[in-house]
């Protein structure tokens, strides 16, 4: 790493730090209601006690299948319409707005919509997070391939490269970067959908129980959750970034 | 030059006419209206014209990028149908033609795989055209780790290191600032003297064309068609000094009033709502 990015990266630290002092100091003045806001501490040792228990990891399994099942649909889904539709121009131009309209519609308000067909159990909250996730990734989709440099096909072909030669060593690498991006956005939706429409209508997993431990005021298991929600997910952003920047592999200042 | 015999002809492009969308449609576009051009071994021949008037249609029709309405293309003798023959051409486009993804050495190496060239001549013909242009050293850089100037050289390198005897070049300057055109217009009088090259190049530069070339074909506005053929007799390598003389200044400014009346005519084509989009 090099100056500028270790400074950044104290930085970050420093504004972490402070936010988690921050939140100690207004705990322990006593100023705020333990049952809004409890002290970092018992926070902690809730998460402790509840990451003993069974109960805790099959919620946290239930989540977590649910987010992967309606991930690898809308990759797939996306990825797979998106290729289908840049493979004609009128169907770009129909379908392109088309996909792009649906995607400003908020979503959430058809939820009741996906309990109603699939019920309270995981599948409503899988349809879900499929849906609202296949938008982007077949939009990036659509951009990748769909408005591609044509500067780089002429080249190719003008070497004499094969239709499978083009596809591989042009439009896949060339497209990567915004295909990924749509990957990425399609994660966060997809993680946010599926969580939120635990919290809104669900028997398990961990938008349920963040939801039930609010309804029975009992902040330090609401807050614990929570905690274990935010980490998982920087933990899976760092991941992802790290796959991103190996599989790319430019290195660029 | 004297009397052409048919060996000496490399390029040979009879009466092609490019036609854009349906004859009669609205949106119909004659880009090229029966151009032909010999072009002979070792020649260096400039495309001249004012934009969209079929420069690099023709190019593109020579390498075999696409087939024309009508009309023949031969190349070395070898008719053109609409296959690139890349044993005997290479294509040098603007720099952003090089692949970002790759580094210059697998930019190279991929141009190479396409054309089904044996693997174990890659590195060496790389290096080697690397070498010709000053580049060597940045084999394991990316593209955009390199200025503009040196991307254009790495570029050409590209097109060089297939060893075609024929080099269409489309406009492969036209990004660059224009100290930097100059230097490389240089580099590739030189390169030409060196290699005995054949080449084509599109430009809209008339400096670059008078410095460049051993003939000029002024185009004319859309449908294009060649207005004028201008001779510069002058043997490569051309030194900068060339570009002093009252010679050079003399052809400039004859290109210049061959092709002011076309500039209009493609503008006023633009503001004429019933005329031809650009």
């Not at chain 2, 151009?35 to 260096?44: A, C, H, M, N, T």
């Amino acid at each position: 790493m090099d100056r500028a990015g270790a400074q950044a990266r104290i930085i970050q630290l420093a504004i972490f730090a402070l936010a988690a002092g921050g939140w100690y100091f207004v705990t322990a003045a006593g100023g705020v209601s333990r049952l809004l806001l409890p002290s970092p501490g018992e926070v902690g040792t809730t998460l402790l006690r509840l990451i003993q228990t069974k109960s805790f990891w099959n919620s946290v399994g239930v989540t977590f299948s649910s987010i992967l099942q309606a991930y690898v649909i809308a990759v797939v889904g996306g990825i797979v319409a998106g290729y289908l539709v840049t493979r004609s121009k009128t169907a770009m131009g129909v379908l392109e707005p088309v996909l792009a309209g649906l995607f400003t519609i908020p979503l959430t308000l058809l939820l009741p919509l996906f309990i109603l067909f699939f019920g309270i159990g995981p599948a409503s909250k899988i349809a879900y997070g499929a849906t609202y996730a296949f938008f982007p990734v077949a939009l990036n989709t659509i951009a990748a391939f769909g408005h591609f440099d044509e500067r780089w096909l002429r080249a190719a072909q003008s070497m004499g490269a094969s239709r499978w030669q083009t596809f591989r060593h042009i439009l896949l690498p060339g497209a990567f970067p915004v295909l990924v991006t749509g990957l990425r956005i399609g994660f966060v939706i997809c993680f946010a959908s599926v969580l939120g429409g635990e919290t809104i209508a669900s028997a398990v997993g961990i938008g349920h129980n963040i939801a039930l431990s609010a309804e029975q005021m009992e902040p330090g298991r609401l807050y614990a959750w929570i905690a274990f929600v935010t980490i998982t997910a920087v933990t899976l952003n760092l991941l992802i970034t790290s796959i991103e920047n190996t599989i790319v592999r430019r290195d660029r200042k | 030059m004297s009397a052409t015999s048919p060996n000496d002809i490399a390029i040979s492009i009879r009466n092609i006419t490019q036609r854009f969308g349906e004859e009669g449609a609205p949106d119909s576009v004659l880009a090229l209206d029966d151009v032909s051009l010999d072009i002979r071994k070792g020649e260096f021949v400039c495309l001249l014209g004012p934009s969209g008037c079929g420069k690099s249609t023709i190019l593109n029709i020579v390498g075999g990028l696409f087939r024309p309405t009508s009309g023949t293309t031969l190349v070395e003798g070898r008719s053109v149908e609409g296959t690139p023959h890349t044993d005997q051409i290479a294509f040098v486009f603007q720099e952003s033609t090089l692949f970002p993804w790759y580094t210059v050495i697998e930019n190279f190496r991929i141009a190479m795989k396409f054309r089904g060239m044996a693997a174990s001549e890659w590195d060496d013909r790389a290096m080697k055209a690397l070498k010709a242009v000053g580049m060597a050293s940045f084999a394991r850089h990316y593209p955009d780790q390199l200025s503009v100037g040196m991307r254009q050289r790495v570029n050409m390198a590209r097109g060089i290191c297939v060893e075609t005897p024929i080099l269409l070049m489309d406009e492969p300057f036209a990004a660059l600032d224009e100290q930097t055109r100059m230097v490389l217009g240089e580099d590739l009088s030189q390169l030409l003297a060196a290699t005995g090259k054949t080449i084509v190049f599109v430009t809209h530069s008339l400096a670059e064309a008078v410095f460049l070339s051993d003939r000029i074909a002024v185009m004319t506005a859309r449908p294009g068609k060649i207005k004028t053929i201008i001779d510069v007799n002058e043997a490569h390598p051309r030194s900068p000094d060339f570009m002093l003389e009252p010679r050079f200044s003399e052809l400039r400014n004859q290109c210049y009033a061959l092709l002011r009346d076309e500039i209009r005519a493609t503008m006023a084509a633009q503001r004429d709502p019933a005329g031809v989009e650009a």
